[in-house]
């Protein structure tokens, strides 16, 4: 769905939204330590060194404090945050009011911008809708949005809807510091290792139930309808929306940027990269073998009512004889043959019978019946 109305939207408002008092914390007034984060906020920490320092803060608190020492940043992660939460945010981290606007807007396209100091990394979330049988409006695949917000000294990241949970990322990177010491990049490259490794979990999944497509499509019964198979097609296509275009995104890491991730980084984010091209052929691949099951169910439909029309034809015809002779002698005419016989009656039925009975018999033989 087009989100530039969206984003115009709230372009148009963050004027409003920032001069107002509560663009800035109402928290303030208050003395370092006893300010509380807002419910937008998921986690918020510092880390010096690859490690996570003590506590919980205010991300305001958070990024006064990496602005001296060796080098920290803060991990600041939000869900769904609302219009005043982003404003403040945007406020305490220098965001200007494109980037806000594009963060509480979803629906986004993976790509790489850069806005003046911050670069901006966009990703699409996947998650399996697990469910008993496959109908014709079973969610398979539940997409959102996450962004990536990198700065000198912070990294936010901002997810729209329920798939792609961010929490293992940040518990399974604050076990390597040798990989979170490398700043805000090192967030970066551990988003999109989840992100990836989503799409082929997906993946999975969703080869299993192309699997069990496949055999109700062939199987004797041939219970799947067409419905079904349109519905799981517009579920890859979604997925497909979200997986392949990240191929971009990631070779312009890959390149030597001056403003991209540190030289440490660039092979794991090649792995990464590796992975994703993975995701591609095996989404690739099953979106073909979708369009091969949809044709050949197509075709099972089309020799399925070649059959009926060739079974209503028979019948008609076994139907004509009757009706021919039965006319014929309905007619009444005073010279016609076996008229006055006393058996008459009962030889006609007998011609019927015998007629119907040897085209029945022939069309069994020939397949129509």
Known sequence: MDQQPVQTRWLGRLPALLRRPWSRPITDALPVGTRSNPD??????????????????????AYAQCRHGRRPFVWLGLHDPTPAVMAAVGSTFGLD?????????????????????????????????????????SEVIDTGDVMVF????????????????????????????????????????????????????????????????????????????????YQLKREIVEFKRAVLPLQAPLR???????????????????????????????????DDLLNSILQSRLAQLAVE?????????????????????????GMNFTNMPELNWRYGYAGALLVMATAALTLHRLFRRSGWL
Not at 44 to 61: F, I, K, L, T
Not at 101 to 129: I, K
Request: proline letters at 4%.
């Open 40 to 61: 937008a906020v998921i986690d918020c920490a510092v880390y010096v060194d690859g490690r996570r320092q003590p506590g919980r803060p205010h991300y305001a608190e």
């Open 97 to 137: 009011e494109y980037s806000v606007a594009q963060a509480l807007a979803d629906g986004h396209r993976p790509t790489l911008q850069r806005h003046g100091d911050v670069t901006l990394l966009v990703l699409r979330t996947a998650g399996y809708v697990a469910h008993t049988e496959l109908t014709d409006t």
């Open 150 to 229: 990198l700065g000198d000294r912070y990294v936010i990241t901002v997810r729209h809807g329920a798939a792609g949970a961010l929490a293992t990322v940040r518990e399974d990177v604050q076990r390597r510091p040798a990989v979170l010491a490398e700043g805000p990049w090192a967030v970066a490259y551990a988003v999109c290792a989840r992100m990836v490794e989503l799409y082929l979990e997906v993946a999975g999944h969703v080869e299993t139930d192309l699997e069990r497509l496949e055999e109700t499509v062939f199987a004797r019964d041939r219970s799947a309808d067409i419905q079904q198979i």
């Open 252 to 286: 312009a890491l890959l390149g030597q940027q001056p403003d991209g991730p540190p030289p440490a980084l660039r092979r794991w984010f090649a792995d990464v990269d590796s992975d994703l091209a993975r995701a591609v052929d095996r989404v690739g691949a099953y």
């Open 305 to 329: 009512q070649n059959n009926d029309m060739r079974k209503i034809a028979a019948w008609a015809a076994i139907a004509a004889t009757q009706t021919a002779v039965a006319g014929i002698y």
